[in-house]
């Protein structure tokens, strides 16, 4: 922008003035009270810096998606459907298992392998083409289906497939995730993928196990009937049926119910849910979670009940029983109620988790850090001595070293500090301790610049040369240096941003410009401020 | 009425690097060996970022016996567990291993912890990393280390030559090795932040290596017969001064983060303060007179000349200058000889109000006298450079 000389065109000047100016303008928000900053007017509220969670206190967590269970649950979907499906088509079957990664079908007659194979191709669907989904795969499709000459059929889930289902598994749960822990949209929660499997879910404020319990568990609630040929104990002795499934019940610690693996009605179909209480004893009864249907949820909810009037069924959540209550009459409208031994706790949170709809699959946690408010404020105010006995530090040795230009430099340094905090304020960039032991460190090295040029300049004025000749060589044969200097840190902070995770990059963001706006200083504001020194002053000497 | 500086560095030291190389390196390869060794004996002491497992800070209601609370977790029975006080003698850092049977067991133990501490004590921070996770991060950890290497090199190679980015990278590596062994010596934690450090550290050292390194070609164009030994150690002589005082305002903010940050970065800056003089020591003592080891191409003007005539080159050209008396003649010279020119050319002293230039020029009349080609030379290399380096 300018000749690397000591002149400076107003414009140029202006430019850098400016932008100083507003740099520390855009600064002034992060350094007052919260609560002043609040009373401003809206037009006034510049963007501040959002604290991290090491300084304001909350919970981090890293969950992994269970992508064997979803690998699962679709092998057993594909499984019933070829069932079906080959029913349907008369082809007669040994057998439709799963084995290891595939499902496996023999057909008692080989001839009717093309006729099986048609129909069951059709499960095939196309993978959303997408630069990484595109690789690999049967023709860009999720299932790979294969005869052989001895009437054995495979299906299996190509790499893409399984891909997609766990990329699409993420998504719906960071929505689910969402509506749980966020269900006002007011919380600083961040929700967001992390790699390929994985949620990373940041609430400023809140301990780790407040949070883990709005993520809550899968919560996949079914409504099957039970099966009363055999109690569960005869079951549990002789065999389940293959039809039924032996779920533990949850009112009776230690039990067992004995349910059809058909699902009636699932969460999926339920539209709405809240905490009540029982109506049925006609006061004020236990409390209990009321819900709603759709309406493919209501017909088929009132078809079931209309067909088993007398008989039980299960409500199942997440594979447990919570009640399994008689039918004692149809029950129209999709209305229903869940009761059992719920505490008001229970039933806000099953209403939630209910309401926010079901997980996918389930989620671990994989990494937890989780930082208390009081620890979070004590960072904040090591953070600000830190910075104030470094800039007082380093002030000192540049103003003691170099005189005038030593308050030069500590200008520019404020200048300095001041863009870093204003990009970051600007880009809303978090502010994480590593990020003020960045901006505490970017004191040290930022006035780097200012010493190389400095130092060139004594040397020049050593040799013999004039002042004005050797400042201007100090700055011009200082920059080349600079430049270099600065680019490899740059690329060091780069890489340890692109590599690091979590507040670490925080450290990296603010070093990086640190070093970046320490060469606009360094090439503009101290070069104006010397020039104007220059030129109002007329020095006769150079005190350097 | 001027602000007066209160001291200055010597502009010229005369301490003689180069004689000392065969000690240092020596002393550096004795060290990177010593770290292969500590590594593959008693190895890192891993933080819980690459080991797995759980870490938490409690603050306890007066000041802890850790020795008792050591006792009694370790009962626990929740493997090798570690105990330290943080900063403040009632606040206690608990780490234990990551515990069979997932994410539930890691609570539960947990829960066992909070349950056996002293009643009426907060729980601060917990950090839970998995095995898998820990996994992970040593993996990115060491290809960061790795690339930020190999980019530098490229880097130094590009703007230097190949003797200089085999100089950078081996002080590098020689960082990494330095700062590596010394946390396995002391069994100091190694953790992400370590590595964060780590990086940064290398940020720094090359930073101070390219210095020296500019010098070095600048000089290598300048005095083209003067021997590499005393080149290199007129060039990190020249720029000792500048050295000294970076190092001195970078640890002045360093300390100023160790004994006031707090504690949780305490183990940061520890790493930062001993690799910036490591950094130090190894753009002095190791990068620099490596160019000696592997010798380096004397004669730049060819190459200048070269790249000058490519569009858009960084560095103008420096006149080549005739063999001669001149030359042999020295530094002071050459310099009292460019000042001149630099004095005489108008064109650099725009800005400059005419009174100043005046004294100026009547300063520089004493200067001797120059032949006029060469005089012009410099003043159109000179203003050819600046132009281009803007």
């Known amino acids: 922008m300018f000749g690397f000389t000591l002149h400076f065109s107003r414009w140029g000047a202006l430019v850098t003035l400016f932008l100083s100016v507003a740099s520390v303008v855009f600064t002034v928000p992060n350094l007052i009270p919260l609560s002043a900053y609040e009373s401003l007017p809206a037009w006034a509220q510049l963007p501040r810096m959002p604290l991290g969670l090491d300084l304001r206190g909350g919970t981090s967590l890293l969950y992994q998606i269970d992508t064997a269970q979803l690998k699962k649950g679709w092998l057993q979907s594909v499984q019933t459907d070829a069932r079906r499906a080959l029913s349907e088509e008369r082809v007669a079957h040994t057998g439709v298992v799963i084995a290891g990664n595939q499902v496996r079908v023999t057909l008692r007659d080989p001839s009717k392998m093309d006729v099986a194979l048609d129909r069951l191709k059709k499960f095939a669907q196309p993978v959303s083409a997408s630069l990484f989904t595109g690789r690999g795969g049967a023709g860009g499709l999720d299932l790979a289906i294969a005869g052989s000459e001895n009437g054995v059929i495979t299906i299996e889930p190509t790499p893409p497939g399984v891909q997609a289902r766990v990329e699409n598994a993420i998504s719906r749960s960071i929505e689910v995730v969402r509506r749980r822990i966020d269900p006002e949209g007011t919380t600083e929660a961040t929700i967001q993928k992390e790699g390929e499997d994985r949620i990373l879910i940041q609430v400023p404020g809140l301990a780790p196990a407040e949070v883990k319990a709005r993520v809550g568990t899968t919560a996949k609630l079914t409504f099957q009937l039970v099966d009363q040929t055999m109690s569960p104990s005869e079951a549990e002795a002789g065999g389940v049926p293959p039809d039924d499934a032996l779920l533990p019940d949850s009112e009776h610690p230690g039990a067992y119910v004995l349910v059809h693996k058909e699902i009636i009605v699932s969460g999926d179909d339920l539209t709405n849910a809240y905490a009540g209480y029982d109506n049925r004893s006609g006061g004020i009864g236990e409390r209990a979670v009321d819900f709603e249907f759709n309406s493919r949820g209501a017909a088929a909810f009132a078809r079931v009940t209309r067909e088993n009037i007398g008989k039980p069924f299960a409500i199942v959540l997440d594979n447990k029983v919570i009640s399994a209550p008689v039918i004692r009459s149809e029950i129209p409208g999709g209305r229903g109620q869940i009761t059992g031994n719920f505490s008001l706790d229970d039933v806000n949170r099953l209403a939630l988790l209910l309401r926010s709809g079901a997980l996918p699959a389930s989620l671990s946690i994989i990494e937890e850090r989780s930082v208390g408010p009081s620890l979070g404020a004590d960072s904040i105010q090591s953070g600000k001595i830190a910075a104030i006995v470094g800039f007082t530090a380093v002030s000192g040795l540049m103003i003691a070293s170099y005189g005038l230009f030593g308050l030069f430099s500590i200008v520019a340094l404020v200048v300095n500090i001041a863009i870093v905090m204003a990009c970051l304020s600007l880009f809303h960039a978090t502010l994480t301790l590593p990020g003020i032991a960045g901006i505490v460190l970017t004191m040290g090295v930022a006035v780097d610049a200012n010493v190389l040029i400095y130092e060139r300049i004594r040397e020049e004025m050593k040799s013999g040369r004039g002042m004005i000749t050797s400042i201007e060589a100090g700055f011009d044969r200082a920059y080349g240096t600079i430049i270099d200097s600065h680019l490899t840190g740059l690329l060091a902070a780069i890489i340890l941003y692109i590599f690091g995770s979590g507040s670490v990059r925080g450290f990296a963001v603010t070093l990086s410009f640190g070093i970046v706006s320490s060469l606009f200083t360094s090439i503009t504001v101290t070069r104006l401020m010397v020039s104007t020194w220059l030129r109002k002053t007329r020095p006769a000497v150079l005190e350097i | ?390």
Request: contains cysteine; hydrophobic residues 50%.
């Open chain 2, 1 to 390: 009425m001027m602000l007066k500086p209160l001291f200055r560095l010597p502009q010229k030291m005369n301490l003689r690097f180069v004689k000392y190389f065969k000690l240092c390196l020596g002393l550096s390869i004795f060290a990177i060996v010593a770290t292969i060794v500590l590594l593959s004996t008693i190895g890192l002491n891993f933080g819980i970022d690459f080991k797995g497992g759980t870490l938490m800070q409690i603050e306890t209601p007066v000041p802890a016996d850790v020795g008792q609370l050591r006792s009694t977790l370790s009962r626990l029975g929740l493997g090798e567990i570690q105990l330290q006080t943080f900063g403040q003698p009632n606040e206690v850092l608990i780490r234990f291993p990551e515990q069979a049977g997932g994410p539930d067991a890691q609570k539960t133990a947990a829960d066992k912890v909070l349950a056996a501490i002293p009643s009426g004590s907060k729980e601060l921070r917990r950090e839970q990393v998995g095995s898998t996770v820990s996994k992970e991060l040593i993996n990115s950890a060491i290809w960061a280390l790795v690339f930020t290497n190999l980019v530098i090199f490229i880097y130094v190679w590009f703007r230097f030559e190949w003797q200089f980015a085999l100089g950078a990278i081996v002080s590098m590596i020689h960082d990494v090795f330095f700062t590596i062994g010394v946390f396995a010596l002391f069994r100091l934690d190694f953790d992400l932040t370590t590595v964060a450090a780590l990086l940064t550290i290398l940020g720094y050292s090359i930073n101070d290596t390219v210095v020296i390194y500019d010098r070095i070609r600048e000089n290598l164009r300048r005095y083209k017969r003067m021997p590499l030994g005393e080149l290199l150690d007129l060039s990190v002589n020249e720029t000792m001064s500048r050295t000294i005082m970076t190092v001195g305002t970078v640890f002045m903010a360093l300390l100023a983060l160790y004994f006031f940050g707090g504690e949780v970065i305490r183990g940061f800056t520890f790493a930062m303060l001993f690799g910036v003089l490591v950094g130090t020591y190894s753009s002095v003592f190791i990068a620099a007179p490596f160019l000696i080891l592997i010798g380096v191409k004397r004669d730049w003007s060819g190459l200048e000349k070269a790249k000058a005539g490519a569009a858009g080159a960084k560095q103008a050209p420096l006149p080549a200058r005739a063999a001669g008396p001149a030359e042999a003649a020295g530094m002071e010279d050459f310099d009292e000889d460019e000042a001149v020119a630099d004095a005489a050319n108008p064109g650099t002293q725009a800005a400059v109000s005419k009174a100043a230039l005046a004294s100026v020029s009547a300063r520089k009349t004493s200067a001797p006298p120059r032949t006029p080609p060469r005089g012009k030379g410099h003043a159109k290399a000179r203003g050819g450079r600046s132009k281009k380096r803007g």
